[in-house]
T-cell receptor, first 114, second 114 residues
Framework: GESVGLHLPTLSVQEGDNSIINCAYS??????FIWYKQESGKGPQFIID?????DKRQGQRVTVLLNKTVKHLSLQIAATQPGDSAVYFC?????????????FGQGTELSVKP | DAMVIQNPRYQVTQFGKPVTLSCSQT?????MYWYQQKSSQAPKLLFH???????NEADTPDNFQSRRPNTSFCFLDIRSPGLGDAAMYLC?????????????FGPGTRLTVT
């Protein structure tokens, strides 16, 4: 069946460095992708999204890249800060003919060393 | 200014004793979702309501049911909790199933089964 998975379950970076979190998806019909940040004991928090007709989108300190050819999604965080420490989930939305539900990837735990 | 509110934040129930978790939203969104999230895992969709239309995921156990009496409120009922049902339960909302796909999550209710 369709699945969304992350390559790296944990990522440790030095404060101030850039972070890259990767995600692979398998459903070529997915039309929308989201990155969520989840801090311990809290619900997922929206970071950035991208539609399938785009290949790059930038936010404040974050950039999402979408490569539909290889079904790969990445989240780049510039100048990573201790407050960025959390678990990051990518999620894909199945096409509208599938009801539009989100499927979440495994999650990557980002640890920022001061 | 909480937009998706979940009560209680922590719930302890006994094995086999019915329990209800509640969710309310101030966003006036059409769709409300319930997810189950176990430790170090991604959120797993149990079901969702689009307005009053209930949509159950194929692999959601019959033990889990939901009610949505009005736009603002949605409840998760676990008829006979087992030890394996201990998890974080997340409520989320979205304006629609297609178009803007962002889902807004509540803080979650952590359920313990003794």
């Amino acid at each position: 069946g369709e699945s969304v998975g992350l390559h790296l379950p944990t990522l440790s970076v030095q404060e101030g460095d850039n972070s890259i979190i990767n995600c692979a998806y398998s459903n070529s019909a997915s039309d929308y992708f989201i990155w969520y940040k989840q801090e311990s004991g809290k619900g997922p928090q929206f970071i950035i999204d991208i539609r399938s007709n785009m290949d790059k989108r930038q936010g404040q300190r974050v950039t999402v890249l979408l490569n539909k050819t290889v079904k790969h999604l990445s989240l780049q965080i510039a100048a990573t800060q201790p407050g960025d420490s959390a678990v990051y989930f990518c999620a894909e939305r199945e096409g509208s003919n599938q009801g539009g539900k989100l499927i979440f990837g495994q999650g990557t735990e980002l640890s920022v060393k001061p | 200014d909480a937009m998706v509110i979940q009560n209680p934040r922590y719930q302890v129930t006994q094995f086999g004793k019915p329990v209800t978790l509640s969710c309310s939203q101030t966003l006036n969104h059409n769709v409300m979702y319930w997810y189950q999230q176990k430790s170090s895992q991604a959120p797993k969709l149990l079901f969702h309501y689009y307005d009053k239309d209930f949509n159950n995921e194929a692999d959601t156990p019959d033990n889990f049911q939901s009610r949505r009496p009005n736009t603002s409120f949605c409840f998760l009922d676990i008829r006979s909790p087992g030890l394996g049902d201990a998890a974080m339960y997340l409520c989320a909302t979205s304006r629609d199933l297609t178009g803007a796909g962002e889902q807004y999550f509540g803080p979650g209710t952590r359920l313990t089964v003794t």
